[in-house]
């Protein structure tokens, strides 16, 4: 039977998400949380900022597909287009380290 909300993950129950990128379900262990502060997206990545948060898995194809779909001000329930500058350094910098 299928669990509503959770996906088995490590034989544990985990929580699930989905990204607002790909549209695909998954962990939320596994997705980047990101909060609006003021115009600005931000990456939170203790997952303790207050407010409406959107998930977003940690690579750039993820966040451009986001930004074409205009994604980020329908989840965040704002209109206009969102500064995404930080959510961008912060994946530049996760995918030059990984090389």
């Not at 129950?13 to 596994?30: F, H, L, N």
């Not at 980020?72 to 969102?82: D, K, N, Q, T």
């Amino acid at each position: 039977m299928r669990q509503h909300g959770k996906l088995e993950y490590g034989g544990h129950a985990a929580p699930q998400r989905t990204c607002v990128g790909c549209r695909v379900r998954t962990a939320k262990s596994e997705l980047l949380r990101l909060v609006l502060i003021e115009d600005h997206l931000v990456p939170d990545l203790r997952g303790r900022l207050s407010g409406r948060g959107a998930s977003l898995h940690p690579s750039l194809s993820c966040l451009e597909l986001a930004e074409r779909r205009r994604a980020f001000p329908r989840a965040f329930r704002v209109p206009g287009p969102l500064d995404v500058s930080h959510v961008r350094a912060h994946l530049e910098g996760e995918s030059r380290n990984v090389m």
